[in-house]
Protein backbone atom coordinates (compact mmCIF):
# COMPACT_ATOMS: atom_id res chain seq x y z
CA UNK A 1 0.00 0.00 0.00
CA UNK A 2 1.38 3.36 -1.18
CA UNK A 3 1.94 5.76 1.77
CA UNK A 4 2.64 9.53 1.24
CA UNK A 5 3.63 12.03 3.89
CA UNK A 6 4.29 15.71 3.06
CA UNK A 7 6.22 17.62 5.46
CA UNK A 8 7.56 21.27 5.80
CA UNK A 9 4.83 23.83 5.35
CA UNK A 10 4.29 26.82 7.35
CA UNK A 11 4.31 30.48 7.54
CA UNK A 12 6.49 32.67 5.56
CA UNK A 13 6.64 36.22 4.43
CA UNK A 14 6.08 37.69 1.07
CA UNK A 15 9.05 36.75 -1.16
CA UNK A 16 10.45 34.04 1.33
CA UNK A 17 11.40 30.66 0.08
CA UNK A 18 9.86 27.07 1.64
CA UNK A 19 10.82 23.38 0.88
CA UNK A 20 7.97 20.81 1.08
CA UNK A 21 9.30 17.03 1.26
CA UNK A 22 6.98 13.88 0.22
CA UNK A 23 8.60 11.01 1.75
CA UNK A 24 6.90 7.76 0.01
CA UNK A 25 6.68 4.14 1.38
CA UNK A 26 5.45 1.75 -1.09
CA UNK A 27 6.23 3.45 -3.87
CA UNK A 28 9.79 4.41 -5.64
CA UNK A 29 10.48 7.70 -6.41
CA UNK A 30 12.47 6.88 -9.51
CA UNK A 31 9.43 5.57 -11.50
CA UNK A 32 8.42 9.27 -11.20
CA UNK A 33 4.68 9.92 -12.32
CA UNK A 34 4.48 11.94 -9.00
CA UNK A 35 3.57 15.67 -8.63
CA UNK A 36 2.46 18.51 -6.30
CA UNK A 37 -1.26 20.15 -6.56
CA UNK A 38 -2.55 22.65 -3.89
CA UNK A 39 -6.41 23.66 -2.92
CA UNK A 40 -7.86 26.47 -0.70
CA UNK A 41 -11.38 26.66 0.77
CA UNK A 42 -14.28 26.53 -2.16
CA UNK A 43 -11.37 25.65 -4.86
CA UNK A 44 -10.84 23.09 -6.86
CA UNK A 45 -7.37 21.21 -6.83
CA UNK A 46 -4.90 23.01 -8.75
CA UNK A 47 -1.84 21.21 -10.37
CA UNK A 48 1.53 22.29 -9.36
CA UNK A 49 3.97 20.56 -10.68
CA UNK A 50 4.88 17.58 -11.64
CA UNK A 51 7.17 14.61 -12.99
CA UNK A 52 6.11 12.58 -15.97
CA UNK A 53 7.03 9.05 -17.18
CA UNK A 54 10.30 9.94 -18.38
CA UNK A 55 10.93 12.64 -15.44
CA UNK A 56 10.74 16.04 -17.73
CA UNK A 57 9.07 18.50 -15.57
CA UNK A 58 5.89 19.99 -16.08
CA UNK A 59 4.50 23.53 -13.77
CA UNK A 60 1.30 25.29 -13.62
CA UNK A 61 1.87 29.00 -15.18
CA UNK A 62 1.76 30.76 -12.26
CA UNK A 63 4.50 28.63 -10.41
CA UNK A 64 7.12 28.93 -13.38
CA UNK A 65 10.71 29.96 -12.61
CA UNK A 66 9.47 30.45 -8.75
CA UNK A 67 8.92 26.42 -8.28
CA UNK A 68 11.18 22.99 -8.49
CA UNK A 69 10.05 19.71 -8.65
CA UNK A 70 12.92 16.59 -7.64
CA UNK A 71 13.43 14.24 -5.96
CA UNK A 72 16.04 12.31 -3.63
CA UNK A 73 16.21 8.73 -4.52
CA UNK A 74 18.75 7.85 -0.84
CA UNK A 75 15.71 8.95 0.76
CA UNK A 76 12.68 8.04 -1.57
CA UNK A 77 11.26 11.66 -1.27
CA UNK A 78 9.78 13.90 -3.71
CA UNK A 79 10.33 17.83 -2.94
CA UNK A 80 8.69 21.00 -3.98
CA UNK A 81 11.26 23.87 -3.79
CA UNK A 82 9.21 27.40 -3.47
CA UNK A 83 11.17 30.55 -3.98
CA UNK A 84 9.63 34.56 -4.34
CA UNK A 85 6.38 33.28 -2.69
CA UNK A 86 3.41 35.78 -3.04
CA UNK A 87 0.47 35.68 -0.62
CA UNK A 88 -2.03 33.36 -3.71
CA UNK A 89 0.63 30.82 -3.08
CA UNK A 90 -1.14 30.32 0.16
CA UNK A 91 -3.04 26.83 0.23
CA UNK A 92 -3.17 23.65 1.54
CA UNK A 93 -0.24 21.40 -1.07
CA UNK A 94 -0.96 17.93 -1.79
CA UNK A 95 1.97 14.81 -2.67
CA UNK A 96 0.19 12.87 -5.61
CA UNK A 97 1.92 10.00 -7.00
CA UNK A 98 1.29 7.06 -9.59
CA UNK A 99 0.15 8.39 -12.68
CA UNK A 100 -2.65 6.54 -14.57
CA UNK A 101 -2.22 7.03 -18.04
CA UNK A 102 0.16 9.60 -20.60
CA UNK A 103 -2.95 10.66 -22.08
CA UNK A 104 -3.84 12.80 -18.86
CA UNK A 105 -2.47 15.84 -18.52
CA UNK A 106 0.08 15.41 -15.55
CA UNK A 107 -1.40 18.64 -13.79
CA UNK A 108 -4.60 16.93 -13.88
CA UNK A 109 -5.85 15.40 -10.05
CA UNK A 110 -7.53 12.67 -11.97
CA UNK A 111 -4.37 11.41 -13.26
CA UNK A 112 -3.05 10.41 -9.83
CA UNK A 113 -4.07 6.52 -7.68
CA UNK A 114 -2.57 7.99 -4.30
CA UNK A 115 -2.15 11.16 -2.40
CA UNK A 116 -0.84 12.57 1.00
CA UNK A 117 -2.86 14.34 3.68
CA UNK A 118 -1.36 18.06 2.87
CA UNK A 119 0.54 20.56 4.22
CA UNK A 120 -0.40 23.83 4.18
CA UNK A 121 1.82 26.63 3.45
CA UNK A 122 0.42 30.61 4.40
CA UNK A 123 2.29 33.61 2.67
CA UNK A 124 2.02 37.13 4.25
CA UNK A 125 3.33 40.78 4.47
Known amino acids: QVQLAESGGGSVQVGGSVRLSCAAIGYSVRRWCMAWFRQGPGKEREGVAA???????HYADSVKGRFTISTEDAKNTLYLQMNSLKPEDTDMYFCAADCRDVGTGFLDATNYNNWGQGTQVSVSS
Open 51 to 57: LDWFGDR
